[in-house]
Protein backbone atom coordinates (compact mmCIF):
# COMPACT_ATOMS: atom_id res chain seq x y z
CA UNK A 1 0.00 0.00 0.00
CA UNK A 2 1.52 3.52 -1.24
CA UNK A 3 2.00 6.00 1.47
CA UNK A 4 -0.22 9.14 1.14
CA UNK A 5 1.34 12.60 -0.02
CA UNK A 6 2.82 13.90 3.51
CA UNK A 7 4.69 16.73 4.80
CA UNK A 8 7.94 14.85 5.31
CA UNK A 9 8.32 14.46 1.25
CA UNK A 10 6.65 18.36 0.26
CA UNK A 11 8.86 20.53 -1.70
CA UNK A 12 9.19 23.70 -2.42
CA UNK A 13 8.63 25.08 -6.01
CA UNK A 14 9.68 28.77 -6.73
CA UNK A 15 7.38 29.04 -10.66
CA UNK A 16 6.49 32.13 -12.72
CA UNK A 17 3.60 32.05 -14.32
CA UNK A 18 2.70 34.13 -17.11
CA UNK A 19 -0.10 36.38 -16.15
CA UNK A 20 -3.08 34.81 -18.49
CA UNK A 21 -6.02 33.14 -17.82
CA UNK A 22 -5.65 29.61 -16.62
CA UNK A 23 -1.98 29.17 -16.06
CA UNK A 24 -2.64 28.69 -12.46
CA UNK A 25 -5.47 26.03 -13.12
CA UNK A 26 -3.49 24.39 -15.81
CA UNK A 27 -0.54 24.63 -12.75
CA UNK A 28 -2.47 23.64 -10.21
CA UNK A 29 -4.04 20.42 -12.52
CA UNK A 30 -1.16 19.22 -13.73
CA UNK A 31 0.11 18.60 -9.50
CA UNK A 32 -3.02 16.71 -8.77
CA UNK A 33 -2.86 14.61 -12.22
CA UNK A 34 0.28 13.68 -10.35
CA UNK A 35 -0.79 12.79 -7.35
CA UNK A 36 1.11 16.21 -5.64
CA UNK A 37 -0.95 17.91 -2.63
CA UNK A 38 -0.72 21.64 -2.84
CA UNK A 39 -0.53 22.36 0.74
CA UNK A 40 0.47 26.11 0.30
CA UNK A 41 0.10 28.76 -2.15
CA UNK A 42 2.07 32.36 -1.44
CA UNK A 43 -1.27 34.48 -1.33
CA UNK A 44 -0.74 37.06 -4.37
CA UNK A 45 -2.67 39.73 -6.21
CA UNK A 46 -2.24 39.23 -9.80
CA UNK A 47 -0.60 42.83 -11.70
CA UNK A 48 2.09 42.86 -14.24
CA UNK A 49 2.90 40.51 -17.16
CA UNK A 50 4.61 37.63 -14.99
CA UNK A 51 3.75 36.14 -11.45
CA UNK A 52 6.41 34.74 -9.13
CA UNK A 53 5.50 32.40 -6.21
CA UNK A 54 6.17 29.89 -4.21
CA UNK A 55 3.56 26.48 -4.19
CA UNK A 56 4.34 23.95 -1.52
CA UNK A 57 3.58 20.50 -2.97
CA UNK A 58 3.27 17.21 -0.75
CA UNK A 59 4.47 14.10 -1.68
CA UNK A 60 4.87 10.73 -1.18
CA UNK A 61 8.20 9.86 -2.02
CA UNK A 62 11.82 10.94 -3.81
CA UNK A 63 10.29 9.67 -6.68
CA UNK A 64 7.41 11.34 -6.56
CA UNK A 65 8.76 14.60 -6.04
CA UNK A 66 10.41 14.27 -9.16
CA UNK A 67 7.71 13.01 -10.86
CA UNK A 68 5.46 15.96 -9.44
CA UNK A 69 8.38 18.15 -10.83
CA UNK A 70 8.87 17.11 -14.28
CA UNK A 71 4.98 17.57 -14.50
CA UNK A 72 5.26 21.74 -13.43
CA UNK A 73 8.15 21.60 -16.12
CA UNK A 74 5.60 20.47 -18.97
CA UNK A 75 2.44 23.43 -17.80
CA UNK A 76 2.51 25.84 -20.64
CA UNK A 77 3.03 29.25 -19.42
CA UNK A 78 4.69 28.31 -16.03
CA UNK A 79 8.67 27.83 -15.53
CA UNK A 80 10.25 26.09 -13.00
CA UNK A 81 12.84 28.71 -11.75
CA UNK A 82 14.06 26.71 -8.75
CA UNK A 83 12.63 24.27 -6.41
CA UNK A 84 13.74 21.88 -3.06
CA UNK A 85 13.14 19.29 -0.83
CA UNK A 86 11.35 21.76 2.29
CA UNK A 87 12.45 18.44 4.40
CA UNK A 88 16.49 18.84 3.62
CA UNK A 89 16.46 22.50 3.66
CA UNK A 90 15.19 22.96 7.10
CA UNK A 91 17.97 20.67 8.43
CA UNK A 92 20.78 22.61 6.46
CA UNK A 93 23.53 23.84 9.16
CA UNK A 94 21.36 21.67 12.04
CA UNK A 95 18.91 22.51 13.98
CA UNK A 96 20.39 23.36 17.36
CA UNK A 97 22.88 26.46 18.60
CA UNK A 98 24.41 27.91 21.29
CA UNK A 99 23.29 30.96 22.41
CA UNK A 100 24.67 32.99 24.83
CA UNK A 101 22.58 33.72 28.68
CA UNK A 102 24.28 37.33 30.24
CA UNK A 103 25.60 40.37 28.06
CA UNK A 104 29.22 40.88 27.33
CA UNK A 105 29.29 44.50 26.08
CA UNK A 106 31.96 45.77 28.13
CA UNK A 107 34.81 45.24 30.23
CA UNK A 108 32.46 44.95 33.59
CA UNK A 109 30.62 42.14 31.82
CA UNK A 110 33.96 40.76 30.67
CA UNK A 111 35.39 40.71 33.94
CA UNK A 112 32.70 38.92 35.81
CA UNK A 113 31.38 36.25 33.35
CA UNK A 114 35.18 35.47 32.31
CA UNK A 115 38.53 36.46 34.16
CA UNK A 116 39.05 37.57 36.60
CA UNK A 117 35.73 36.88 38.21
CA UNK A 118 35.15 33.65 37.12
CA UNK A 119 37.96 32.13 39.34
CA UNK A 120 36.14 33.10 42.31
CA UNK A 121 33.07 30.93 41.20
CA UNK A 122 36.14 28.04 39.92
CA UNK A 123 37.31 28.02 43.86
CA UNK A 124 33.27 27.89 44.99
CA UNK A 125 32.94 25.21 43.48
CA UNK A 126 36.31 23.35 43.69
CA UNK A 127 35.61 23.46 47.32
CA UNK A 128 31.95 22.14 46.83
CA UNK A 129 31.17 20.13 43.93
CA UNK A 130 27.92 20.64 44.40
CA UNK A 131 27.49 24.33 43.61
CA UNK A 132 27.96 22.82 39.98
CA UNK A 133 24.14 22.33 39.79
CA UNK A 134 23.75 25.92 40.77
CA UNK A 135 26.44 27.49 38.65
CA UNK A 136 27.34 26.40 35.50
CA UNK A 137 24.88 24.38 32.69
CA UNK A 138 25.01 21.54 34.28
CA UNK A 139 22.01 22.67 36.01
CA UNK A 140 19.51 22.75 32.98
CA UNK A 141 21.92 20.75 30.01
CA UNK A 142 20.94 17.15 29.25
CA UNK A 143 23.28 14.57 26.77
CA UNK A 144 21.77 13.19 24.36
CA UNK A 145 23.83 10.07 23.64
CA UNK A 146 24.04 7.43 20.61
CA UNK A 147 25.76 5.54 18.66
CA UNK A 148 23.80 5.19 15.78
CA UNK A 149 23.41 1.26 15.54
CA UNK A 150 19.63 1.76 16.33
CA UNK A 151 17.86 4.45 14.78
CA UNK A 152 14.75 4.39 14.73
CA UNK A 153 13.03 2.80 11.33
CA UNK A 154 17.08 3.09 9.92
CA UNK A 155 18.75 0.62 11.84
CA UNK A 156 22.48 1.10 12.27
CA UNK A 157 23.58 4.13 10.61
CA UNK A 158 26.18 5.12 12.65
CA UNK A 159 27.48 7.90 14.68
CA UNK A 160 26.82 10.85 11.71
CA UNK A 161 24.39 9.34 10.08
CA UNK A 162 21.96 9.40 13.59
CA UNK A 163 23.14 13.40 14.57
CA UNK A 164 19.99 15.13 12.68
CA UNK A 165 17.90 12.30 14.81
CA UNK A 166 19.95 13.46 17.72
CA UNK A 167 19.70 17.32 17.03
CA UNK A 168 15.87 17.09 16.65
CA UNK A 169 15.90 15.53 20.11
CA UNK A 170 17.66 18.30 21.46
CA UNK A 171 14.73 20.77 19.38
CA UNK A 172 12.22 19.34 21.48
CA UNK A 173 13.96 19.11 24.33
CA UNK A 174 14.22 22.87 24.46
CA UNK A 175 10.78 23.37 22.80
CA UNK A 176 8.66 21.75 25.07
CA UNK A 177 10.24 21.46 28.13
CA UNK A 178 13.00 24.48 28.63
CA UNK A 179 16.02 21.94 29.10
CA UNK A 180 19.07 22.68 26.60
CA UNK A 181 20.06 19.43 25.56
CA UNK A 182 23.29 18.57 23.14
CA UNK A 183 23.81 15.90 20.60
CA UNK A 184 26.70 13.04 21.94
CA UNK A 185 27.10 10.85 18.71
CA UNK A 186 29.97 8.18 19.69
CA UNK A 187 32.10 6.54 17.08
CA UNK A 188 32.76 3.63 19.22
CA UNK A 189 32.62 -0.26 19.19
CA UNK A 190 31.20 -1.63 22.43
CA UNK A 191 28.91 -0.69 25.05
CA UNK A 192 31.95 -0.65 27.49
CA UNK A 193 33.41 2.14 25.08
CA UNK A 194 29.71 4.01 25.02
CA UNK A 195 30.20 4.06 29.31
CA UNK A 196 33.79 4.90 29.25
CA UNK A 197 33.01 7.92 27.58
CA UNK A 198 30.14 8.89 29.28
CA UNK A 199 31.31 8.63 32.36
CA UNK A 200 34.15 11.01 31.40
CA UNK A 201 31.86 13.17 29.72
CA UNK A 202 29.17 13.48 32.74
CA UNK A 203 30.52 16.42 34.81
CA UNK A 204 29.50 19.03 31.97
CA UNK A 205 25.62 17.56 32.45
CA UNK A 206 22.61 17.82 34.81
CA UNK A 207 21.55 14.25 33.06
CA UNK A 208 22.03 11.76 30.58
CA UNK A 209 19.49 10.44 27.76
CA UNK A 210 20.39 7.56 25.56
CA UNK A 211 19.13 6.98 22.75
CA UNK A 212 18.82 4.68 19.33
CA UNK A 213 21.85 2.20 20.62
CA UNK A 214 21.13 -1.27 19.87
CA UNK A 215 20.01 -4.57 22.57
CA UNK A 216 21.36 -5.70 24.50
CA UNK A 217 24.15 -3.04 24.67
CA UNK A 218 21.91 -0.50 25.41
CA UNK A 219 20.42 -2.06 29.02
CA UNK A 220 24.09 -2.98 29.51
CA UNK A 221 25.35 0.89 29.04
CA UNK A 222 22.21 2.33 31.16
CA UNK A 223 22.67 -0.15 33.79
CA UNK A 224 26.73 0.45 34.48
CA UNK A 225 25.70 4.29 33.95
CA UNK A 226 22.64 4.39 36.58
CA UNK A 227 25.41 2.96 38.70
CA UNK A 228 28.55 4.84 38.44
CA UNK A 229 27.38 8.23 38.04
CA UNK A 230 24.98 10.39 40.83
CA UNK A 231 22.93 12.18 37.67
CA UNK A 232 19.64 11.05 36.03
CA UNK A 233 20.13 8.42 33.35
CA UNK A 234 17.39 7.43 31.07
CA UNK A 235 17.23 5.17 27.86
CA UNK A 236 14.00 7.01 26.32
CA UNK A 237 13.96 3.95 23.82
CA UNK A 238 13.08 2.23 26.75
CA UNK A 239 11.53 4.27 28.95
CA UNK A 240 10.11 6.97 27.21
CA UNK A 241 8.15 4.02 25.35
CA UNK A 242 6.99 2.59 28.13
CA UNK A 243 5.61 6.16 29.24
CA UNK A 244 3.10 6.75 26.99
CA UNK A 245 2.44 3.15 26.02
CA UNK A 246 1.09 3.05 30.07
CA UNK A 247 -0.47 6.48 29.66
CA UNK A 248 -2.27 5.34 26.42
CA UNK A 249 -3.43 2.08 28.23
CA UNK A 250 -4.89 3.37 30.72
CA UNK A 251 -7.10 5.76 28.78
CA UNK A 252 -8.10 2.82 26.29
CA UNK A 253 -9.31 1.18 29.42
CA UNK A 254 -11.14 4.41 30.43
CA UNK A 255 -12.75 4.40 26.70
CA UNK A 256 -13.57 0.45 27.48
CA UNK A 257 -14.23 -0.35 30.74
CA UNK A 258 -11.86 -2.99 30.69
CA UNK A 259 -9.56 -3.63 33.97
CA UNK A 260 -5.52 -2.96 34.27
CA UNK A 261 -5.65 -6.76 36.59
CA UNK A 262 -7.48 -8.45 34.17
CA UNK A 263 -5.79 -7.72 30.68
CA UNK A 264 -4.24 -10.14 28.65
CA UNK A 265 -1.62 -8.43 27.03
CA UNK A 266 0.91 -9.59 23.69
CA UNK A 267 3.58 -7.56 23.35
CA UNK A 268 5.14 -8.02 20.28
CA UNK A 269 8.96 -7.32 20.10
CA UNK A 270 11.16 -8.06 23.28
CA UNK A 271 14.16 -5.31 22.40
CA UNK A 272 14.81 -2.51 24.59
CA UNK A 273 11.66 -1.26 24.03
CA UNK A 274 9.55 -4.07 24.41
CA UNK A 275 10.87 -5.54 27.93
CA UNK A 276 10.68 -2.24 29.06
CA UNK A 277 6.66 -1.66 28.49
CA UNK A 278 6.35 -5.24 29.92
CA UNK A 279 8.26 -3.91 33.22
CA UNK A 280 6.36 -0.71 33.94
CA UNK A 281 3.10 -2.82 32.94
CA UNK A 282 3.91 -5.06 35.53
CA UNK A 283 4.42 -2.45 37.81
CA UNK A 284 1.26 -1.31 36.67
CA UNK A 285 -0.83 -4.07 38.02
CA UNK A 286 -1.37 -5.37 34.34
CA UNK A 287 -2.31 -9.45 34.32
CA UNK A 288 -1.10 -11.83 31.86
CA UNK A 289 1.91 -10.19 29.57
CA UNK A 290 3.06 -12.81 26.57
CA UNK A 291 6.42 -11.30 24.52
CA UNK A 292 6.82 -12.41 21.39
CA UNK A 293 10.39 -12.33 19.16
CA UNK A 294 11.66 -13.06 15.92
CA UNK A 295 11.88 -16.59 17.28
CA UNK A 296 8.14 -16.61 18.82
CA UNK A 297 6.69 -16.93 22.40
CA UNK A 298 8.94 -15.71 25.03
CA UNK A 299 8.85 -18.52 28.18
CA UNK A 300 11.13 -19.31 31.09
CA UNK A 301 13.30 -22.38 29.69
CA UNK A 302 13.41 -20.97 26.36
CA UNK A 303 17.14 -21.32 25.28
CA UNK A 304 19.39 -18.54 23.48
CA UNK A 305 17.84 -15.67 26.13
CA UNK A 306 20.17 -12.94 26.91
CA UNK A 307 20.02 -11.88 30.67
CA UNK A 308 17.24 -8.94 30.12
CA UNK A 309 15.05 -11.32 27.98
CA UNK A 310 15.09 -14.24 30.57
CA UNK A 311 14.55 -11.27 33.31
CA UNK A 312 11.25 -11.00 30.75
CA UNK A 313 10.96 -14.82 30.67
CA UNK A 314 10.55 -15.23 34.60
CA UNK A 315 8.18 -12.39 34.94
CA UNK A 316 5.52 -13.05 32.25
CA UNK A 317 4.10 -15.77 30.37
CA UNK A 318 2.48 -17.69 33.46
CA UNK A 319 0.93 -19.99 31.14
CA UNK A 320 4.61 -20.69 29.00
CA UNK A 321 2.63 -20.06 26.01
CA UNK A 322 4.94 -21.07 22.84
CA UNK A 323 4.32 -20.33 19.30
CA UNK A 324 4.20 -17.86 16.83
CA UNK A 325 2.11 -14.21 17.11
CA UNK A 326 -0.85 -15.84 15.72
CA UNK A 327 -0.87 -18.54 18.27
CA UNK A 328 -1.02 -16.25 21.46
CA UNK A 329 -3.23 -13.40 19.96
CA UNK A 330 -5.81 -15.80 20.36
CA UNK A 331 -8.07 -14.15 23.19
CA UNK A 332 -5.50 -11.64 23.73
CA UNK A 333 -7.24 -8.09 24.88
CA UNK A 334 -4.15 -5.85 23.96
CA UNK A 335 -1.71 -6.20 21.52
CA UNK A 336 0.97 -3.75 21.57
CA UNK A 337 3.79 -3.90 19.18
CA UNK A 338 7.32 -2.33 18.89
CA UNK A 339 8.54 -4.37 16.21
CA UNK A 340 8.14 -4.34 12.54
CA UNK A 341 5.86 -3.50 9.77
CA UNK A 342 2.90 -5.43 8.68
CA UNK A 343 3.36 -8.47 10.94
CA UNK A 344 -0.16 -8.52 12.45
CA UNK A 345 -3.02 -10.16 9.70
CA UNK A 346 -6.97 -8.94 10.51
CA UNK A 347 -7.62 -12.59 10.92
CA UNK A 348 -5.20 -12.25 14.38
CA UNK A 349 -7.78 -8.82 15.24
CA UNK A 350 -10.69 -11.05 15.05
CA UNK A 351 -9.11 -14.02 17.16
CA UNK A 352 -8.65 -11.42 20.24
CA UNK A 353 -10.70 -10.69 22.80
CA UNK A 354 -14.23 -8.58 22.62
CA UNK A 355 -13.34 -4.74 22.11
CA UNK A 356 -9.67 -5.28 21.50
CA UNK A 357 -7.05 -2.15 22.13
CA UNK A 358 -4.10 -2.74 19.24
CA UNK A 359 -1.40 -0.30 19.43
CA UNK A 360 1.03 -0.91 16.15
CA UNK A 361 3.91 1.40 17.17
CA UNK A 362 6.34 0.11 14.45
CA UNK A 363 7.53 3.37 12.70
CA UNK A 364 7.55 4.44 10.28
CA UNK A 365 4.99 1.98 8.78
CA UNK A 366 3.16 -0.46 11.65
CA UNK A 367 2.41 -3.64 12.32
CA UNK A 368 -0.71 -3.54 10.63
CA UNK A 369 -2.37 -0.24 9.02
CA UNK A 370 -5.20 1.41 10.83
CA UNK A 371 -7.77 1.30 8.08
CA UNK A 372 -7.33 -2.62 7.86
CA UNK A 373 -8.83 -3.26 11.01
CA UNK A 374 -11.63 -0.38 11.04
CA UNK A 375 -14.55 -1.55 13.27
CA UNK A 376 -12.54 -4.75 14.60
CA UNK A 377 -11.22 -2.54 17.66
CA UNK A 378 -12.80 -0.81 20.45
CA UNK A 379 -9.24 1.78 20.58
CA UNK A 380 -6.31 2.08 17.73
CA UNK A 381 -3.25 3.73 18.69
CA UNK A 382 0.26 4.11 16.24
CA UNK A 383 3.59 6.03 16.53
CA UNK A 384 2.48 8.08 13.54
CA UNK A 385 1.15 11.42 13.06
CA UNK A 386 -1.13 10.73 10.80
CA UNK A 387 -3.81 7.92 12.12
CA UNK A 388 -5.61 9.32 15.18
CA UNK A 389 -4.33 8.47 19.00
CA UNK A 390 -0.09 9.28 17.86
CA UNK A 391 1.79 7.58 20.87
CA UNK A 392 4.96 9.75 21.00
CA UNK A 393 7.68 10.01 23.25
CA UNK A 394 7.91 13.27 23.02
CA UNK A 395 4.81 13.60 25.42
CA UNK A 396 7.55 12.18 28.06
CA UNK A 397 11.08 13.23 28.09
CA UNK A 398 11.10 16.75 27.77
CA UNK A 399 9.00 16.79 31.04
CA UNK A 400 10.60 14.07 32.92
CA UNK A 401 13.84 15.62 32.68
CA UNK A 402 12.14 18.89 33.32
CA UNK A 403 10.90 17.59 36.78
CA UNK A 404 14.18 15.38 37.38
CA UNK A 405 16.55 18.89 36.61
CA UNK A 406 14.06 20.68 38.95
CA UNK A 407 14.65 18.02 41.71
CA UNK A 408 18.13 17.66 41.24
CA UNK A 409 17.33 13.88 41.01
CA UNK A 410 20.08 11.43 41.36
CA UNK A 411 18.21 8.90 39.52
CA UNK A 412 14.59 8.69 37.37
CA UNK A 413 13.21 5.82 39.48
CA UNK A 414 10.22 3.63 38.81
CA UNK A 415 7.91 5.80 40.39
CA UNK A 416 8.98 8.55 38.65
CA UNK A 417 8.03 6.90 35.68
CA UNK A 418 4.45 6.19 36.55
CA UNK A 419 3.95 9.43 37.41
CA UNK A 420 4.80 10.78 34.20
CA UNK A 421 2.86 7.52 32.69
CA UNK A 422 -0.12 8.86 35.15
CA UNK A 423 0.49 12.81 34.18
CA UNK A 424 0.42 12.17 30.14
CA UNK A 425 -3.32 9.99 30.99
CA UNK A 426 -4.58 12.71 33.18
CA UNK A 427 -4.33 15.54 30.20
CA UNK A 428 -7.27 13.99 28.45
CA UNK A 429 -10.13 15.12 30.52
CA UNK A 430 -13.20 12.68 30.39
CA UNK A 431 -15.13 15.39 28.30
CA UNK A 432 -12.35 15.13 25.43
CA UNK A 433 -11.42 11.33 25.90
CA UNK A 434 -12.73 9.16 23.27
CA UNK A 435 -11.64 5.93 20.92
CA UNK A 436 -9.96 8.65 18.61
CA UNK A 437 -8.35 10.54 21.27
CA UNK A 438 -6.85 8.50 23.90
CA UNK A 439 -3.53 10.90 23.91
CA UNK A 440 -3.43 14.63 24.52
CA UNK A 441 -1.50 16.34 21.41
CA UNK A 442 2.31 16.62 21.17
CA UNK A 443 1.71 20.47 20.59
CA UNK A 444 0.09 21.02 24.34
CA UNK A 445 3.13 22.38 25.91
CA UNK A 446 1.15 21.84 29.31
CA UNK A 447 1.38 18.14 28.87
CA UNK A 448 5.20 18.67 29.58
CA UNK A 449 4.62 20.89 32.33
CA UNK A 450 2.57 18.42 34.41
CA UNK A 451 4.44 15.39 33.42
CA UNK A 452 7.68 17.69 35.27
CA UNK A 453 5.80 18.68 38.56
CA UNK A 454 4.16 15.10 38.86
CA UNK A 455 8.18 14.11 38.21
CA UNK A 456 9.47 15.64 40.34
CA UNK A 457 7.26 15.21 43.42
CA UNK A 458 7.75 11.44 42.95
CA UNK A 459 11.61 12.18 42.96
CA UNK A 460 10.64 13.47 46.23
CA UNK A 461 8.65 10.62 47.34
CA UNK A 462 11.38 7.85 46.36
CA UNK A 463 14.76 9.70 48.24
CA UNK A 464 16.13 11.14 44.79
CA UNK A 465 15.69 14.56 45.35
CA UNK A 466 18.79 17.08 46.57
CA UNK A 467 16.84 20.36 46.79
Known sequence: MSNPPATQYSISLDVTLDNVPG???????????????????EGFVAKGRELERDIVVNCSSVEHQNEVVVAVHAVEGVTLEEWHDRTFRMHEGGKVEVLPLCPVGDMDDLSMAYTPGVARVCRAIAADERLADEYTIRKNTVAIVSDGTA?????????????????????????FAGVDAFPICLDVNSPEEIIETVIRL???????????????????????????LDIPVFHDDQHGTAVVTLAALENALRVTGKRMEDLSIVISGVGAA???????????????????????????????????????????????????????????????????????????????????????????????????????????????????????????????????????????????????AKAIADS?????????????????????????????????????SRT
Not at 203 to 208: A, K, L, S, V, W
Not at 333 to 344: E, N, Q, R, W, Y
Not at 439 to 461: C, G, K, L, T, Y
Request: proline letters at 5%; hydrophobic letters at 50%.
Open 202 to 228: APTFGGINLEDIAAPGAFQVEEALKKA
Open 23 to 41: VLGRLCTAIGDAGGNIFAI
Open 274 to 420: GVAIGKILLGAGAGKIVGVDSRGAVYNGRDGLNAWKQWFAENTNPDGLQGSLSDVMHGADVFIGVSAPDILTVDDIRNMAAEPIVFAMANPDPEIRPELVGDLVAVMGTGRSDYPNQINNVLAFPGIFRGALDARASDITEGMKLAA
Open 151 to 175: VLGLGDIGPKGAMPVMEGKALLFKA
Open 428 to 464: VTDEKLSATNIMPSVFDRSVSMAVAAAVAEAAVADGV
